[in-house]
């Protein structure tokens, strides 16, 4: 069943899926790099008040499933996670502290709203990496 959520004056249940890219969508989020940027999204969303559903990190791409409370808009949290982990990325992980141009993923991203579907969507974002799996055995065995 669905779990709503309160504020002072408010009862919501608002569920994201999410998905963005790298720049250029280069396939650069494996080994340690894949562990670090899930651990900086988790920690992004808990510090603005956003809880992390699920989410998955594919070598070209991000899923997550995120609840946002209704006083943030959805451009405005995924615009803090995406700059802040860039940021991170390249502070921490690539040891490069320019002040500007600290890009990391590309502009833009894709989000459409949880229904009653809940459940499917998670699934979905759980067992990407299988279906991406399956998809290049295909590719590979047509050619």
Do not use: N
């Given at each position: 069943?669905?779990?709503?959520q309160n504020l002072s004056?408010?009862?919501?249940?608002?569920?994201?899926?999410?998905?963005?890219?790298?720049?250029?969508?280069?396939?650069?989020?494996?080994?340690?790099?894949?562990?670090?940027?899930?651990?900086?999204?988790?920690?992004?969303?808990?510090?603005?008040?956003?809880?992390?559903?699920?989410?998955?990190?594919?070598?070209?791409?991000?899923?997550?499933?995120?609840?946002?409370?209704?006083?943030?808009?959805v451009s405005r949290v995924?615009?803090?996670?995406?700059?802040?982990?860039?940021?991170?990325?390249?502070?921490?992980?690539?040891?490069?502290?320019?002040?500007?141009?600290?890009?990391?993923?590309?502009?833009?991203?894709?989000?459409?709203?949880?229904?009653?579907?809940?459940?499917?969507?998670?699934?979905?974002?759980r067992d990407q990496e299988?279906?991406?799996?399956?998809?290049?055995?295909?590719?590979?065995?047509?050619?």
């Open positions: 069943m669905h779990e709503w004056h408010v009862q919501w249940e608002c569920k994201y899926h999410a998905v963005w890219i790298p720049k250029y969508r280069q396939k650069v989020l494996y080994g340690k790099l894949r562990l670090h940027v899930g651990r900086l999204i988790r920690e992004l969303c808990q510090q603005y008040g956003v809880e992390l559903l699920e989410g998955h990190a594919m070598s070209d791409h991000v899923h997550v499933c995120l609840s946002i409370p209704p006083k943030f808009s995924i615009g803090f996670v995406k700059g802040k982990s860039a940021v991170r990325i390249h502070r921490e992980l690539l040891r490069e502290r320019r002040m500007t141009g600290l890009h990391f993923w590309a502009t833009g991203y894709s989000v459409s709203t949880i229904g009653m579907d809940e459940e499917t969507i998670r699934k979905y974002v299988d279906s991406d799996r399956k998809m290049d055995q295909l590719e590979l065995g047509l050619k």
